[in-house]
């Protein structure tokens, strides 16, 4: 099932919105790439690896423009922002290690449910936290 973008997910920064839905294609291109491999039998690892690195450099752009964002309007939940940044790129980095280390597709749902679950978590819940923080010091 893909993830949608949805208006109830905006933070209402443009850039910040935009960075999200690339980032959500990029796990729909996962998606998509894990349920050819189940129909087909047969795992693309270059694509898949590619997929991940893209999404990875990504979310580490993205996240860091954030940051910058909650560092120069003195954000207090930074450092707990910060560190659910960081271990997102951590699992799935060791996550994306694993499946492309062993070309099992066991991993793929594993993988699939965490992405889904922290991105829509993440989202709502954490980079809502800031929101109202940021636009109450106007930036957008």
Known sequence: MSLIWTQNMSVRIEQFDDDHKKLIRYVNELQSQIQDAKATGTIDPVEIEVIFHRMENYAKFHFSSEEKAMEKTGFPG?????????????????????FLGSNDLKHADEIMQFLHAWITDHVYRVDGKYVDHLHKHEYD
Do not use: G
Request: charged content about 40%; proline content about 0%; glycine content about 0%.
């Open 78 to 98: 930074l450092e707990e922002h910060r560190a659910d940044h960081r271990n997102f790129i951590a699992t799935v980095a060791k996550m994306s290690e694993r």
